[in-house]
């Protein structure tokens, strides 16, 4: 685990109704609560779902939040589309975690995506978001959508199938998670990618966590080709702002944008569209110093 990766501390204040996360014990986000909907613990982390007045219905896994209903969309649209309007033709797609269904939905807006193997460790999640999140995992019974409850990691090191686009849609690299965000898991990644594979990794904040998103960044660019950064404006993650790792063999995510198939789709999005695509990768420069060096 990287040093700047601290659990993310949350309480619920029941008489005052307020929930707060703090980021890296020094700085927070607090929401005032109207209900506390579900607390349990699955065989791998406590799963708390909290009605809020500002971002609706939120999930909160081993501590952190993970989605909320009023912003899950930049997230989910931008870790898919990135990606899927690069690859001319992802047919095979793999997402790693991601068990609230969201990312799902996004990809299987792509009509050319024949299969979508979702591998989520916790199968309490998913069947908690079917019940209480039914807009976000609402392809996760679609018959193109196959689940399989397994760790990631374990996955990726034992399959032999091929992928045109993996997605890692991975909670913090704390818990269950620490594992998808090491090398030899990318390593494995790479080895399972079709000979034009994009993947796509979420990496945190580049405000927070630089020391795990440059570590991240040097392990993939000893692995892949092609390695680019970006990043998308989500305000309940910590400091609001996101980071994307895409990683591709062949294709490069701004000369190979399918603009036009974009156009034509015309698929409904309320953060993604084909401006978002090419300005995204541009990075601030406290980004590129801490990050790129450069
Ligand atoms: N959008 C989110 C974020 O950045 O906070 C990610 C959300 S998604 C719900 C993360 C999922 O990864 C969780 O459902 C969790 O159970 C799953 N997960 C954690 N570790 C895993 C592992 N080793 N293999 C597969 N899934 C894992």
């Excluded at 680019?228 to 990683?247: G, K, N, Q």
Aim: proline share 5%.
């Amino acid at each position: 685990m990287s040093e700047d990766i601290i659990r993310e501390e949350s309480m619920v204040d029941l008489w005052n109704v307020w929930y707060s996360e703090l980021h890296q014990g020094r700085a927070g986000l607090t929401l005032k609560v109207k209900q506390v909907i579900y607390s349990g613990q699955s065989p791998f982390q406590r799963i708390d779902i909290l009605e809020t007045y500002e971002f609706g219905r939120m999930l909160v896994l081993y501590g952190s939040i993970m989605i909320t209903e009023k912003d899950e969309f930049v997230y989910h649209e931008m870790i898919s589309h990135v990606p899927l309007f690069t690859h001319p033709n992802p047919r095979r797609v793999l997402v790693i975690g991601g068990g609230d269904g969201g990312t799902v939905r996004e990809v299987l807006k792509h009509p050319e995506v024949e299969q979508v193997t979702l591998v989520e460790i916790d199968q309490m999640v998913v069947e908690k978001c079917k019940e209480y999140f039914p807009q976000v995992a609402c392809e996760l019974d679609n018959p193109k959508t196959r689940i399989l409850f397994q760790d990631g990691a374990q996955f990726m090191a034992e399959t032999d199938e091929k992928f045109d686009v993996i997605l890692v849609d991975a909670s913090d690299p704390i818990g269950p998670a620490e594992v998808l965000f090491q090398k030899n898991f990318h390593q494995n990644i790479y080895n399972r990618l079709n000979e034009d594979g994009i993947m796509v990794t979420q990496s945190e904040s580049p405000w927070y966590h630089q020391r795990t998103l440059r570590r991240m960044y040097e392990n993939l660019r000893s692995i892949f080709p092609l390695v680019r950064i970006y990043w998308a404006y989500v305000p309940t993650y910590p400091s609001s702002i996101w980071s994307f790792t895409l990683c591709s063999k062949k294709y490069h995510p701004i000369k190979d944008f399918k603009a036009d198939q974009y156009r034509e789709l015309g698929i409904s999005t309320n953060y993604y569209n084909a401006g978002i695509h090419q300005a995204c990768f541009v990075l601030p420069n406290f980004i590129k110093k801490a990050i790129l060096n450069r």
